[in-house]
């Protein structure tokens, strides 16, 4: 008897602690998305972001999400730093991240957005030099996020950023990114992320930037 | 009652949690504050990042023995282990930045590096061939950058008071002995490779690194390309001729293999173009290289490439010691070249490289002294005109082995030495008028070693030291040339280069006596002193130099009456300023470079009476170049203007009475001005449903047909002298190249944003 009830009662208090462990991981998590938006405005209070995710990676072990969410913010540091000659330490940073995500969930569409993304950020360092290397790869990753999910808006969100930017006699500019804008919209509105962790951002700004072409 | 007991224990299990403070402060080792730095205590949540003044502070409920980390990009992560008890807890780090490519600076001193890949490149390849006045050639492009001279009477490099001679080349570490085609009197050659052959290019005018030696100016290190990107067939039509190639990537992306084959003939072109000199045999000439590459398991390269042509020109001009006779000269040229390389890494830091090389030369001149009819005429009387029949038949064979191995240490910090063995052998055959033959054969071995190591003190200090010791069988003695540069990095990232540097070569072949006296190697001593700021958009360097010239050849007549060098007896100096500045940030759209050198230089050479300034050196030199990319159009604009001012020239005689050499006559020529410009079309550019990728090119050399005097010859038997200008006042080319099989739109964007 005594010994059913101690036993009762270890499980009890040690399931308590997974749950409180994982009560804290929500807590955390949740608490850092939520900060994210305003890290757009302020680099270092997004690299404190990433450092806060990355903690969480590390200790977790074994959730994809924390490393997702810690690269995501090292590659969008590496896209806002000004001094080109640091952004491919930020970049390598991220893909470390990003690798480690993608060892604990292969094959995931938010993935290979990020590499795409963190390609995208080696070129801008010395586009004229490094598209033949890293065009192909932000590309590839692309193409490969639309295959693993075919609902993820995403990609096309970032194929539209992609050909906005493009000057229009090589085939980008607004005409052509509205097409993916409008593709990622219609995909936004229907699209329900599989938990409150899981990635879902990007509505905002397709929105903002489908109006800005539809306005040309 | 237990049950309350274990309930109790629970409570205070979790009452436990109480929360302690951790503080500090994060610095790197000059006390500096470090922000943007991660402090974790390891294996969990809590942490915090360091603010603007590297001050962090965070609660955490953990306990016990924990380790505090510290992480920062570009620093080494430090650890102190810390026991979380219910005090709070002060804690500082200083931490070390890594010394990496990424921070450290880069020893820049005396070259211009052109790179697709590096850091702090001053010119990529493309640069290189949408140079206005390059005319898709190398070294023209380099003729843009301080230190070099416009001189357009001969091929060649002219760095620095330094003559072509002094300036050697090389590709993949091995030297190219004829990298111009043959020279042809008063005509400059181009040089016999594709700029699209290379994806870097070093280009030293001083203080260049112990792994290349027998240059006393100039060292210009090329690097052929990897792998292709892809498999690519090519074609091209211009008004000068035709060709095409293959480059073909194998499955697996670890090999690849092409050849291509250009046949030009100038006929067209100089039927349009009026030339100076009347052509009976318009320049004709077959080329064709092919290459190979593979990439090995352990991430090393192999590669071959090879080249072989034929040339062939003859031409009529007038004759400068008669107002009726004429010179027929003709060339015919054969020339191969051979170059086979391994790069390999051996693991623990140890890299490899080895390299061989052979390469062949031939080539057959003749002149003749023709009349008004363009009969061969001999006129002995007197017999000055004679010797205007000559027939030459020159062969050699070059041969080159090298090896070198390197070692990275700790940080960057390399450790490299090696071992170069070139074989010469040039066999000239002269007939003269009377069909009398002489014949020399010059065989030399030359064996080097050497050793260099980069040594980064810090992330802004480093220091290149070597040497580098060799022999040669002709001179008979050993060398031993020192070499020291160091660089200097400022807190607002400019920095500061010195190199230093003895320098020895041998003389040029053809001045090398079959017999006589001894002779040593001539040695050049260089100091350099740069300072430069490179941002992405925008250069800026300046170098003051002095050449410190010892020991030069002097020449003499040898029994046929041939100028060899016959002793060591000169010398002289060279020391100048220069300023390079690059911009494509202000002008939206337009990239611009404007290049200025000061030369003073002096020397006593060869047949020199005195030390004087040679006749390939200008005081001011300087060019303008500037690109602009029409996206609506498709079309890229270039020009450049190119300035110097006037040349020394003079004639000297020797003087049987005072038994020495004399000048007779001496003058300046006008100041060389040059506008070029270019255009460069791409229809199909950004068109991913065509096939073929086009470039049609369009250039042209002096638009605006400034009146252009590079030196004058004169006559042998009087003081007639003739000015050497350019073949025809005006250049035009127009081309279109293709490509297939892969769309290169990309890079023109990219090339252009």
């Not at chain 1, 994982?22 to 998305?33: D, H, I, P, R, T």
């Not at chain 2, 809590?46 to 001050?55: F, P, Q, R």
């Not at chain 2, 020239?649 to 006559?665: A, G, W």
């Not at chain 2, 038997?717 to 290169?744: A, Y």
């Amino acid at each position: 008897m005594k010994k059913l009830l101690f036993a009762i009662i270890l499980f009890c208090s040690s399931t308590g602690m997974v749950h409180a462990q994982s009560e804290k991981y929500l807590n955390a998590m949740k608490g850092n998305l939520q900060a994210i938006d305003s890290g757009f405005k302020n680099p270092a209070y997004l690299l404190t972001l990433a450092n806060n995710f990355e903690r969480i990676a590390t200790a977790e072990k074994t959730q994809w999400l924390p490393y997702y969410y810690a690269a995501f913010c090292q590659v969008q540091l590496a896209f806002m730093e000004q001094d080109k000659n640091k952004i491919d330490g930020i970049a390598d940073k991220a893909t470390q991240l990003i690798n480690k995500a993608d060892s604990l969930e292969p094959n995931n569409s938010e993935v290979s957005c990020i590499k795409s993304m963190i390609a995208s950020s080696h070129m801008m360092v010395d586009p004229m030099q490094r598209y033949m290397q890293y065009g192909p790869e932000s590309e590839k990753q692309l193409t490969m996020a639309s295959t693993q999910d075919p609902t993820n808006p995403r990609p096309d969100f970032l194929k539209g950023q992609g050909l906005k930017y493009t000057p229009e006699q090589f085939g980008g500019g607004c005409k052509t990114a509205k097409v993916e804008f409008q593709k990622a919209m219609d995909k936004y509105l229907v699209y329900k992320p599989a938990s409150e962790l899981t990635p879902n951002w990007g509505m905002d700004i397709t929105r903002q930037m489908l109006e800005e072409c539809n306005a040309k | 009652m237990k049950f309350w007991l274990i309930f109790i224990l629970i409570l205070i299990m979790k009452a436990g949690v109480s929360q302690v403070t951790i503080s500090g402060k994060v610095t790197d080792q000059k006390n500096r504050p470090l922000s943007g730095a991660s402090v974790v205590i390891k294996d969990s949540y809590d942490g915090a990042t360091t603010d603007s003044l590297g001050n962090f502070s965070f609660q955490t409920t953990e306990t016990g023995n924990k380790l505090l980390e510290i992480t920062l990009l570009g620093y080494s992560s430090a650890q102190k282990a810390i026991e979380i008890a219910k005090d709070n807890i002060l804690v500082n780090f200083s931490i070390k930045e890594q010394i990496t490519e990424m921070n450290a600076v880069v020893i820049t001193a005396g070259a211009f590096e052109a790179s697709d890949k590096k850091k702090g490149t001053v010119l990529t390849s493309l640069d290189i061939v949408t140079t206005a006045s390059a005319e898709g050639d190398i070294t023209g492009a380099l003729k843009t950058l301080p230190g070099t001279q416009q001189v357009g009477e001969t091929g060649g490099l002219f760095v620095r008071g330094g003559s072509a001679a002094e300036s050697k080349i090389y590709m993949d570490g091995n030297l190219v002995n004829n990298f111009f085609y043959s020279a042809v009197p008063g005509i400059a050659s181009r040089g016999r490779f594709n700029p699209f052959l290379f994806k870097g290019t070093i280009f030293s005018t001083g203080g260049y690194s112990a792994l290349y030696g027998q240059a006393l100016s100039s060292a210009l290190v090329l690097e052929s390309n990897d792998l292709p990107e892809r498999t690519e067939a090519s074609l091209s039509l211009s008004v000068v001729g035709l060709g095409g190639g293959i480059q073909k990537l194998s499955k697996d992306k670890k090999a690849s293999w092409g050849f291509t084959y250009n046949y030009s003939n100038l006929a067209l072109a100089f039927s349009l173009i009026k030339q100076q000199q009347d052509y009976f045999k318009f320049p004709v000439f077959h080329e064709t290289d092919a290459n190979f590459r593979i990439r090995t398991k352990s991430g090393g390269m192999i590669k071959y490439y090879g080249y072989l042509s034929t040339g062939d020109v003859g031409f009529r001009s007038a004759d400068i010691d008669s107002s009726i006779l004429k010179d027929a000269f003709t060339l015919r040229n054969f020339n191969t070249y051979q170059n086979i390389n391994w790069k390999e890494n051996l693991g623990k830091g140890w890299k490899f490289f080895s390299g061989i090389s052979f390469s062949t030369n031939r080539d057959d001149i003749s002149n003749e002294l023709e009349n008004e009819s363009g009969e061969k005429v001999v006129i002995t009387n007197p017999i000055g005109y004679a010797f205007k029949n000559y027939e030459v038949k020159a062969k050699s064979i070059y041969t080159q082995a090298r090896f070198v191995l390197e070692k990275k240490l700790n940080g960057l910090n390399i450790i490299r030495g090696g071992a170069d063995y070139f074989y010469s052998r040039q066999q000239t055959d002269f007939t003269a008028y009377d069909s009398s033959t002489y014949q020399t054969t010059v065989k030399d071995n030359l064996v080097a070693v050497f050793g260099e190591t980069d040594f980064y003190l810090s992330n802004d200090l480093a220091v290149k030291l070597g040497a580098r010791l060799e022999h040669s069988s002709i001179m008979d003695e050993w060398n031993l040339a020192p070499r020291v540069s160091l660089a200097y990095k400022f807190r607002n990232k400019s920095q500061a280069s010195f190199a230093y540097g003895i320098f020895y070569q041998n003389p040029e072949v053809q001045l090398l006596p079959a017999t006589g006296p001894k002779i040593g190697y001539a040695q050049a001593s260089h100091y350099i002193l740069q300072y430069q700021k490179i941002t992405s958009q925008r250069t800026f360097r300046t170098e003051i130099f002095y050449k410190d010239y010892q020991r030069l050849h002097k020449t003499d007549f040898d029994a046929y009456g041939r100028q060899v060098a016959d002793n060591n007896n000169g010398k002289g100096y060279a020391k100048g300023m220069e300023f390079f500045w690059r911009d494509k940030k202000t002008l939206k759209n337009v990239d611009y470079w404007i290049s200025y050198s000061f030369l003073d230089t002096k020397r006593d050479y060869l047949n020199f009476p005195m030390q004087m300034e040679p006749n390939f050196a200008a005081r001011h030199t300087a060019s303008f170049v500037v690109k602009k990319f029409v996206l609506p159009w498709k079309t890229g604009f270039n020009a450049s203007y190119n300035f110097a001012t006037g040349r020394p020239y003079y004639q000297i005689v020797y003087d049987e009475v005072q038994n020495k050499n004399v000048i007779t006559d001496n003058g300046r020529t006008i100041n060389y001005n040059n506008l070029g410009f270019s255009v460069n079309y791409l229809p199909n550019l950004g068109r991913k449903d065509k096939k073929a990728f086009i470039v049609w090119v369009l250039s042209i050399s002096n638009v605006l047909g400034q009146k252009q005097v590079y030196n004058y010859t004169y006559a042998s038997m009087s003081t007639q002298k003739i000015p050497v200008g350019p073949p025809s006042k005006r250049f035009v080319f127009i081309g279109c190249f293709m490509s297939f099989g892969v769309d290169r739109s990309q890079d023109a964007i990219n090339n252009n944003l």
